[in-house]
């Protein structure tokens, strides 16, 4: 039979926020290497591949979204597609939600 501990903690909820916050900056750091490390510049516009390496979405998901009518707005040329840089960060932009604590119960 397996035993298992349960701690307890208090915390206010901007001391959790921030505690988060430090925790996703760390994992996202150990993760990607950041965008410009290696000297190159900063695409413009961005293949879907580009968008699978840089953020970590899937080129299927944006496939998706695309065949859904949903999703950021993309350029084609040819059969070829490509996104925005500045279009792109726009629309990650606005799925952010802004959260008020959490509840107590």
């Known amino acids: 039979m397996e035993t ?3 701690i307890t903690v208090t915390m206010s909820p901007e001391d959790l926020s921030e505690m988060i916050i430090a925790a996703v900056r760390a ?5 990607r290497p950041a965008p410009e490390s290696d000297g190159k510049k900063k695409k413009k516009m961005l293949s879907p ?3 699978e390496d840089e953020y970590g979405i899937a080129s299927r998901v944006l496939m998706y ?3 859904m009518g949903m999703g950021p707005a993309y350029t084609n040329f040819g059969r070829r597609v490509f996104y925005d840089r500045a279009a792109f960060e726009k629309f990650v932009a606005a799925g952010q939600v802004q959260t008020t604590g959490f509840i107590d119960s």
């Open 65 to 67: 979204w695309r065949q």
């Open 27 to 31: 994992g996202l750091r150990e993760t």
């Open 49 to 51: 591949k580009d968008i």
């Open 4 to 6: 298992h501990t349960v």
